[in-house]
Structure formats: C-alpha cells, structure tokens
C-alpha cells in the first residue's frame, strides 16, 4: 500500500512532506509526482476548454425517457460536451436509507479509538454501489470557472477550508455553498498538526468551527486534518470541537496525473478522492483541467460521484 501525500510545486520546492500516522502505519513508500506506475500521460482534454467540441459518447437509457428526464439528459449532454467531458458524467444512486457504519480504517486508529469514541479517520466508505467521492482542500485558488462547470454537471463534492487561505473571498465559498455543496474544516493556518501540543491543536480546529458557523451559519461535523497527519490528540481535539468524523483520501487527482494510496493503482468502491483549490501557479493546468481527468476516468470506469454527506 502506498501512502498518498498532498502536494504541489510549491512544497516540492522547499517544503517537507510528512505521513500522517495511520497512513505511515500502513504504507511502505510516498507516491509523488512522476513515480513509476502514476499515470502521467497527458490526454488531449487536458488542455481543453469549456468551449472544447469534442462529443461525449451517448449516456444509454435516460435520453430515449419522455418528459423531463429526456430534457435533463440531453442537458447534460450540452453541458459535458461544452466542458470538452468525454462521456455525459452517470448519476449517483438515491442516498442509502440506513448509513454505513464507518469506523477507522485498519491501521489508521489511535489508542482508545473506540473506548474514547473518537472520530474515525478512513479513506473509503463501505458500500456495494459503485461510487466515488470528490473532496476539494484548503481553498487558495478560486476560479469562477470551476463553479459554473460544477453547476453544469451538477457534481457534488465537498469542499475542506483553511482560513487563512479563504478569509480574503468569503463569498465564493458561500457561492459554493448556495449550489448545494458542503463546507468543512480544514484548520486555521493547516499546520503540521501532530507537531502542536493538545491545546494548539484544539486552537486550529475550534477556532476554525467558530468561523465557520460566523460566515457559513454551520458548525461543520467533519474534518480534515492538514496532509492527512494527525495524532490521539488531534482526534481528541477534533472531538470536543463537535467533530464526528475525519476522512481522508484513497486517490489524489491534479490537472495532468492521478496518485494512488493502494499498490494496485486501481479505484474502489466508496473511495474519498482529493483534489485542491489549486490553479496554474502550483499545477501544470487548472481546477477545470483536474476535474475533466477526474470525470472522465470515473466515468470511463464505471462510477458516479456521490454526495459524502449523504452516507455519515
């Protein structure tokens, strides 16, 4: 199993990259951008446009319905041809009347995990349906194109926040949230949080839960913590702020490759994809670029994309 660890150009110049502890429990080596088996092959929709004419492949079924859903389907048709998708994206199931339990992923627990009830950190969530889920972190880049082709799409995806990335645009979050998308806690500065005693963590998670409810009327439940790192006292800290639980990610996909924490570099069922608010001064492409690639191998292989709220 591979450790799949955030990055970009910026921290691949000066900064360190560090394994969260569950992920170090488990994984042998860090996939970084490059490495043998990541696929780096650029497709030639990684550079198009939202006007780009390429013609998805028709979506079976939907579009031969009468009445609304027919209009929807080929709505859609016109919306994943004009962000240059090569196939209409599928539809998720309805949410799961009974939610899965989730607990920590083997590997990735913390002492007194369950005696304590702390939030459990997991990469994926147990379900037979086969679906995916977007998650986007920190909050530096904010593209007004990424929004529109989301509402296009009509992609779900939850968004993580580091304040101190997203206190100068408050209102393209909320933009973000009024379509229908979650907001969830990231950290005030996303510092390397097993580096901080208890109460500097406890500082940088409910400091963060305080203006969370202030500019977007929520105390999130959920939380990521910074790199995916994190210790007993982060889940401990993270709990006494209201937070239930605390993914992480199983895939990691930018503008021109994907990274994989597993050694088969293949997706699964009720995998947490990560993606950043990131644009071409740390990528090589844009949000837009990055969720093309992230649609079209979803869509290629199968999946939908669901609404991770929808299954805790």
């Not at 394994?19 to 996939?31: P, Q």
């Not at 904010?142 to 101190?164: C, G, H, Q, V, W």
């Not at 990610?249 to 994989?260: G, K, L, P, Q």
């Not at 979803?298 to 991770?308: F, I, P, S």
Request: proline share 8%.
């Amino acid at each position: 199993m591979r450790a799949v660890v955030q990055h970009d150009k910026n921290r691949a110049r000066g900064g360190r990259l560090v394994l969260g502890c569950g992920a170090a429990a488990l994984a042998c080596s860090a996939v970084l951008s490059g490495c043998a088996g990541t696929e780096t092959t650029r497709t030639p929709s990684s550079q198009a446009g939202p006007d780009a004419t390429r013609s998805p492949s028709r979506h079976p079924g939907p579009a031969q319905a009468p009445g609304p859903q027919a209009a929807e389907h080929a709505r859609l048709a016109a919306a994943a041809r004009r962000w240059g998708l090569a196939q209409v994206p599928l539809a998720p199931p309805p949410p799961p009347e009974r939610k899965p339990e989730i607990t920590a992923r083997a590997g990735f627990g913390v002492s007194h995990q369950r005696d304590w009830d702390l939030p459990p950190v997991f990469t994926t969530i147990p379900t037979r349906q086969k679906i995916v889920f977007l998650t986007i972190d920190d909050g530096s880049e904010k593209d007004p194109r990424f929004l529109r082709m989301m509402e296009d799409l009509k992609i779900p995806y939850t968004a993580f926040l580091s304040n101190y990335l997203v206190k100068d645009d408050y209102g393209y979050f909320r933009t973000m949230q009024s379509y229908g998308h979650t907001l969830d806690n990231h950290t005030l500065h996303h510092p390397y949080l097993p580096g901080l005693s208890y109460e500097e963590q406890k500082t940088e998670i409910c400091a963060m839960q305080d203006i969370m409810e202030k500019q977007f009327g929520k105390r999130p439940t959920v939380f990521r913590p910074p790199y995916g790192n994190y210790d007993h006292d982060t889940l401990r800290a993270a709990k006494s702020c209201g937070i239930k639980y605390a993914p992480i990610w199983n895939e990691e996909v930018y503008a021109d490759h994907w990274e994989y924490r597993e050694d088969d570099q293949k997706m699964r069922r009720g995998d947490i994809v990560l993606t950043h608010f990131r644009g071409r001064s740390d990528w090589n492409g844009t949000m837009v670029d990055a969720v093309r690639r992230f649609l079209d191998k979803v869509t290629r292989e199968g999946y939908a994309v669901a609404r991770l709220e929808d299954y805790l």
